[in-house]
């Protein structure tokens, strides 16, 4: 990736102010597909704007959906003249949440056609094997053809069936449930994923008409077959922008105050901050919820385990790694749900952490302070990691490959500057301009 544009910081200040969080990335991009499992009208609310969601409203309209903005947080959907076709590599690699298409079109249509899904790469291939194993057990065959991933339908229509994921995948979760909606007959998901966006995708399909039941335990039970139609949502808030804020005001030992959150989501996050030393207050205020993060002083280091739902977020794994480079003392951090998800760890390390990494573990020798460098985002919740580390240090850091960041926070430039960060979004021509290329003879 060479993007043109980079990150300017200058870190060192105290972050103090308020921040509106914004709807739940790993929700919208579940919830949008999910509006072709019916003909009818949409209105979605508290979208995050952010490349994600262009992304996947741009696969809707590709298949025949009409897209109104209601607003910079709201869309309506018309997916009355949707048909079903392949969507094309040229959309699907934008983003890893491609794959629920395969999920929505196979529950609708009984088939679908979508090229390989792109996303974060954290040093490996990430299978779909799960989300296979769940469309076979419904009566589907799935096979590649050049760049697309093709499911079908053996029968007429899909048959529920009962599922079990040899891991809570998230994504297999999901597209299990979206096939199981337009299937005939009860589906049992077990060892399902419980992250809240799992919660947000069956609330919206239930509201749709479907009956999807106990979403948020380990057994998930889907009622297929039955009548749906459009329907209103309001996407829940987005746990790990949060608790990205939350991190960041911990390390820059500030105070901020994070506005339209959902405290039940947060606990892990508020546990390790608190352990840490920082104060954590969750309140309600004109019935909506906040909360507000300070520290000051040295911080103490503490032991985390990303693990799925209701753990640690893994998604929130390589910024508290960040906060925990300028903590006192020695931290271990482990990520269960991902094998190789350190890779960033490196780009820290030019700032002045220390770190070792050994297989899914981190240890992590806290230092007194960070030291501005040039780095780059090798996937976006690295780049948030990133963020964290750059308005913590000493001197300018410039950071790359920023488009990941604009995949999963929207407006971070503005609503950092709003808090006092010293933050600029500048443009670099990475490659130098042609006259001065010397011809190799
Ligand atoms: C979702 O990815 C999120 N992405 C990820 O967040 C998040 O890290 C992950 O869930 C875990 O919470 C979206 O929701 C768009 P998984 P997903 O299937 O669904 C293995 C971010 O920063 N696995 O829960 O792809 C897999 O290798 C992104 O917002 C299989 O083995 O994750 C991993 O070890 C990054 N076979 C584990 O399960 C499969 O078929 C969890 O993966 C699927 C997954």
Known sequence: MCDLEKLVIRGGKPLIGEIEISGAKNAAVAILPATLLAKGEFIIDNLPNISDIDATLDILRHLGAE???????TVRINTMGVTNKPIPEFLACKLRASYYFLGALLG????????????????????IDLHIKGFNALGATVGTDGEYVVAQTTASTLMGNTVFLDKPSVGATI?????????????????????PHIVDIANFLNRMGAEVRCAGTERITII??????GCEHIIIPDQIETGTYMTLAAATRGQLTLKNITSPHLDKITAKLRECGATVIPEEVDSSEQITVSASGRLKCCDIKAEAHPGFPTDMQPQ???????????????????????K???????MGAQIKVSGNTACIQGTNELTGASVFAN????GAALIIAALAAKGTTTI??????DRGYEDIVEKLSAVGADIQRVEFPDVPPVSNIQKVE
């Open 67 to 73: 897209i109104t903005r209601l607003g910079k947080h």
């Open 108 to 127: 609708r249509f009984g088939s679908a056609r979508v090229a390989m899904p792109g996303g974060c790469n954290f040093g490996g291939v990430r299978p």
């Open 175 to 195: 597209n299990v449930i979206l096939a199981a909606v337009g299937a005939k007959g009860i589906t049992v998901i077990e060892n399902a994923a419980k992250e």
């Open 224 to 229: 297929g077959g039955l009548p749906m139609k």
């Open 320 to 342: 508290f790694t960040a906060l925990l480079s300028i903590c006192e003392g020695t931290s271990m951090v482990t990520d269960s749900v991902w094998d190789n998800r350190f």
């Open 344 to 350: 960033y760890t490196d780009q820290l390390t030019k």
């Open 379 to 382: 996937d976006l919740r690295a």
């Open 400 to 405: 790359g490959n920023i488009s990941y960041i």
